[in-house]
């Protein structure tokens, strides 16, 4: 099994900046990719960065320019830096992996328990 923890969350006012990190860890063989997803309340969760092995990021319109996505892959870590933070990014932010836990296993999606980004106004 493998088991995502984020940390980093909290209160920050609008203009802010919050650092997100992701630790992963349990039985990995590789992490394809690492992403963050958030989810407000009332709506859908969406995407935030994704970060793909060989791949550049991709970053949801509304966090372009604001947000950086970066992985220590010798640590199993996923970061998310968030700069200019607005109360518009208000949400619970979740790790995700797409792991493989042995050779020829085929990969899983893992996800983490969330935490909790509040930019107040």
């Known amino acids: 099994q493998v088991q995502l923890v984020e940390s980093g969350g909290g209160l920050v006012q609008a203009g802010g900046s919050l650092r997100l990190s992701c630790a992963a860890s349990?039985?990995?063989?590789?992490?394809?990719?690492m992403a963050w997803y958030r989810q407000a309340p009332g709506k859908q969760r969406e995407l935030v960065a994704r970060?793909?092995?060989?791949?550049?990021?991709n970053y949801a319109d509304s966090v372009k320019g604001r947000f950086t996505i970066s992985r220590d892959n010798a640590k199993n870590m996923a970061y998310l830096q968030m700069n200019s933070l607005r109360p518009e990014d208000t949400a619970v932010y979740y790790c995700?992996?797409?792991?493989?836990?042995?050779?020829?296993?085929?990969?899983?999606?893992?996800w983490g328990q969330g935490t909790q980004v509040t930019v107040s106004s």
């Open positions: 349990g039985t990995i063989y590789l992490i394809n990719r």
């Open positions: 995700n992996a797409y792991v493989a836990t042995t050779v020829g296993r085929g990969w899983t999606d893992y």
């Open positions: 970060l793909t092995s060989g791949s550049i990021p």
